[in-house]
């Protein structure tokens, strides 16, 4: 069992940033790849980024794709997703996800926090 808790989440204006962090526990870290997937009320979830277990390779959604930064501290057991350029269109209780597959997708997720809200005003 893996156990993930992010924070960071909270209230920030438009065009402002947040980091949001994730700590996992119980496994090795550096064994199973990491991503964030966010939901809007009313709204399906939707993929945001992973990146692989190594921190070499990641791949976010072209809706946020040059704002967010997803990252890995491994030494950490710690995953990272920088927001910048905040929209309110980014609201949503952002979700962290392990996968034992080399990228996390729709479909391959194993484990998942408990979530943490994002609140972009304008």
């Known amino acids: 069992q893996v156990q993930l808790v992010e924070s960071g989440g909270g209230l920030v204006q438009a065009g402002g940033s947040l980091r949001l962090s994730c700590a996992a526990s119980?496994?090795?870290f550096s064994s199973y790849a990491m991503g964030?997937?966010?939901q809007a009320p009313g709204?399906?979830?939707e993929f945001v980024a992973t990146i692989t277990w190594s921190g070499g390779s990641t791949h976010c959604a072209d809706s946020?794709?040059?704002r967010f930064t997803i990252s890995r501290d491994n030494a950490k057991n710690t995953v990272y997703l920088q927001m910048n350029s905040l929209k309110p269109e980014d609201?949503?209780?952002?979700?962290?996800?392990a996968s034992y597959d080399p990228t996390?997708?729709?479909?391959?997720?194993?484990?998942?926090?408990?979530?943490?809200?994002?609140?972009?005003?304008?």
């Open 91 to 97: 609201t949503a209780v952002y979700y962290c996800a």
């Open 104 to 122: 996390v997708v729709n479909g391959n997720v194993k484990y998942w926090g408990q979530g943490t809200q994002v609140t972009v005003s304008s």
């Open 36 to 38: 964030w997937f966010r």
């Open 26 to 28: 119980g496994r090795t």
């Open 64 to 66: 946020v794709k040059g």
């Open 43 to 45: 709204k399906e979830r």
